[in-house]
């Protein structure tokens, strides 16, 4: 039973870090998309 809640409760971490990893990536990207588009004329860089 101990072992089964301690895993549990290691991949409950494990899921959050992920989410939280996950979500400054989408919020970075998202910051370069909206310069990109400010900036189209001057910035050589294309989205993916």
Known sequence: ???KSSAKSIFSGLL???GAIG???LTGWFLVVLLDLKH???SG????
């Open 1 to 3: 039973m101990s072992d």
């Open 16 to 18: 959050i870090v992920l």
């Open 23 to 25: 979500g400054l990536a």
């Open 40 to 42: 189209l004329n001057t």
């Open 45 to 48: 860089f294309t989205l993916p």
